[in-house]
C-alpha cells in the first residue's frame, strides 16, 4: 500500500487515475509490478467460471429451442410446481449470503465464524438439492422423465447439470471447512476459498436464469 | 515521467507487487466486518425483492400478459446483475478492468450462442418439408 501520506493526498482519486505516470501507483498498467498471486488466482478462477457459463448457455440454447417439442407429453406449465421453485430458490440465495457472510468471517481471520457459516451455506445447499432431486423423482413417477421427450431431455439435461454443479460445490465445501479445521488460514487455503466463493455466488447467478427461463417462463407460458 | 521517483516508488513496495489491483470476489477496503457484511446484505435484500417481483408478476394482471415474459427477462437480468455488483464485487474501478473485459467477453459469446441457435433453428423449423 502507498505510504499514509499518499493516502492522504489521494482522497479524492483512490485509484490515482489522475496520477498516472507521476506516481507509479496507478493501478492496471504494470507500473507497481505484477499483480499479487491472489489477484492473478481470482482473475484465472473468473475466466474459469465465465467458461462454464458459456457451457451452461450452450444448455440453455438447446432448452430454448427444444422448449415447443413435447411430443404429445406433458409441457412444462402441467409439471412446475412454483411453491416448490420458490423454495430451491430461497435456500440457494440464502446459501449465497451466508457464503459471503464465511468470507467476510475469512477476511478478518476468524475460523469460528468461517466455519460456521460454510456449515449453513451446506445445509442449505443440501437442503436445495434434496428438493430438487424430490422434483425429479415426481416427474420420473409421473411418467415425465427424460426420455419422454426432447423438451424434457432438454430439461433434464440444464437442470441436472446445474444440480450436479451443487453438488460439487457441496463436496469441496466439506473439503474447505476440512483444510480449514486442519491448516487454518493459510496462503494456500485462503486461495481456495476465494476460488470457492466465486464458484458458489455463480451457482447463485446460473439458478437466476434457469428459474426465469424454465420455471417461470414454463409456467406463463 | 519521473523514472527516478517511479523506481523509488517500486522498490519500497512490499515484494514487487502491485496491491492497488483487486481479484474479483473481495472487497478489501471494508475495515469493520459490519461494512464488510453491508454490501452482501444490501444484495441480498435487493435479490428477495426482485425474486419477490418475478413470481408475483406471474401471477398478476398488473402487467399487460404478452409483456410477461419480457418483464421476467429484465428481473431476471436485474438480479445477475445485483449478484455481481454486492456479492461478486466486479465493479467498474480501473483495478477491475481485467475482471470486466472478461466477463464482457463472456456475455458477447453466450449471445452470440443463444440468439444464434434460436435464430437458425427457427429459420430451419420454417423451411422444413411437410412431415406428411
Redesign the interface.
Known amino acids: 500500500?502507498?505510504a499514509p501520506a499518499a493516502d492522504a493526498a489521494f482522497a479524492g482519486d483512490?485509484?490515482?487515475?489522475g496520477l498516472e505516470?507521476?506516481?507509479?501507483?496507478?493501478?492496471?498498467h504494470?507500473?507497481?509490478?505484477?499483480?499479487?498471486e491472489?489477484?492473478?488466482?481470482?482473475?484465472g478462477f473468473?475466466?474459469f467460471l465465465?467458461?462454464d457459463?458459456?457451457m451452461f448457455?450452450?444448455f440453455?440454447?438447446?432448452y430454448?429451442?427444444l422448449q415447443a417439442a413435447t411430443a404429445g407429453g406433458p409441457t412444462g406449465r402441467e409439471l412446475f410446481n412454483?411453491g416448490r421453485v420458490?423454495a430451491e430458490?430461497?435456500c440457494l440465495?440464502?446459501s449465497?449470503?451466508t457464503c459471503?457472510?464465511s468470507?467476510?468471517?475469512t477476511?478478518?481471520r476468524s475460523r469460528r465464524w468461517t466455519q460456521a457459516s460454510l456449515f449453513v451455506t451446506g445445509l442449505l445447499g443440501l437442503a436445495f438439492l434434496l428438493l430438487e432431486a424430490s422434483d425429479f423423482r415426481d416427474m420420473a413417477a409421473r411418467g415425465a422423465g427424460p426420455d419422454r421427450s426432447a423438451f424434457l431431455s432438454a430439461f433434464f439435461a440444464l437442470v441436472g447439470c446445474h444440480g450436479l454443479h451443487v453438488s460439487a460445490g457441496l463436496l469441496w465445501l466439506g473439503t474447505m471447512m476440512a483444510q480449514v479445521f486442519v491448516k487454518g488460514f493459510r496462503t494456500d487455503i485462503l486461495h481456495r476459498l476465494?476460488c470457492f466463493?466465486?464458484f458458489w455466488?455463480?451457482l447463485?447467478?446460473i439458478w437466476?436464469?434457469i428459474?426465469?427461463?424454465v420455471f417461470?417462463?414454463g409456467?406463463?407460458a | 515521467?519521473?523514472a527516478a521517483?517511479?523506481s523509488d516508488?517500486?522498490q519500497g513496495?512490499q515484494?514487487?507487487?502491485?496491491?492497488?489491483?483487486?481479484?474479483?470476489?473481495?472487497?478489501?477496503?471494508?475495515r469493520t466486518?459490519g461494512a464488510?457484511?453491508r454490501?452482501?446484505?444490501i444484495?441480498?435484500a435487493l435479490?428477495?425483492a426482485l425474486?419477490v417481483a418475478?413470481?408475483y408478476v406471474?401471477g398478476t394482471r398488473l402487467v399487460w400478459a404478452p409483456a410477461?415474459?419480457v418483464a421476467?427477462?429484465v428481473?431476471?437480468v436485474a438480479?445477475?446483475g445485483v449478484?455481481?455488483v454486492f456479492?461478486?464485487h466486479i465493479t467498474t474501478?480501473?483495478?477491475n478492468?481485467?475482471?470486466v473485459l472478461?466477463?464482457a467477453?463472456?456475455v458477447l459469446?453466450?449471445g452470440l450462442?443463444?440468439a444464434?441457435?434460436?435464430w437458425i433453428?427457427a429459420h430451419l423449423d420454417r423451411n422444413m418439408m411437410p412431415m406428411r
Open positions: 500500500m502507498a483512490p485509484y490515482h487515475v505516470g507521476q506516481s507509479g501507483i496507478a493501478t492496471g504494470g507500473e507497481g509490478g505484477p499483480a499479487s491472489r489477484v492473478i488466482v481470482g482473475y473468473w475466466l465465465l467458461s457459463i458459456v448457455s450452450c440453455f440454447a438447446a430454448a429451442v412454483p420458490a430458490t430461497a440465495l440464502l449465497s449470503f459471503g457472510m468470507a467476510v468471517a477476511q478478518f476465494i466463493n466465486l455466488h455463480t447463485d447467478i437466476v436464469a428459474f426465469t427461463v417461470l417462463l409456467l406463463g | 515521467m519521473n521517483g517511479d516508488n517500486r513496495r515484494a514487487g507487487h502491485d496491491e492497488n489491483d483487486r481479484a474479483p470476489g473481495i472487497v478489501e477496503e471494508a466486518p464488510a457484511a454490501s452482501y446484505a444484495g441480498l435479490s428477495i425474486t418475478s413470481f406471474l410477461i415474459p421476467l427477462l428481473l431476471a438480479q445477475i449478484h455481481l456479492f461478486l474501478a480501473p483495478d478492468t481485467n475482471n472478461a466477463l467477453f463472456g459469446i453466450v450462442i443463444l444464434g441457435s434460436l433453428m
